[in-house]
């Protein structure tokens, strides 16, 4: 991917999966910002989340019957 074009939906879930983890690089958050829509980051972000709070849900129902 060229400096100038927009992330695409791939680099999207990169770069929101390492900013969960807290791993960001400094130039990929800059390529965000500067880039990238804020509702397209917001919303998979969302989407993470719920999948992740109800992975975590489901493991416990099964480990605890």
Known sequence: MTSDS???FFSVII???AA???VQT???R???FAKG???VYIAVGIV???L???SLLLIVNWVLP
């Open 20 to 22: 969960l983890f807290g």
């Open 30 to 32: 800059q390529r965000d």
């Open 37 to 39: 829509r804020p509702l």
């Open 52 to 54: 992740f709070v109800v």
């Open 26 to 28: 400094e130039e990929n």
């Open 6 to 8: 927009k992330p695409n």
């Open 48 to 50: 993470f989340i719920v």
């Open 15 to 17: 770069s929101v999966l």
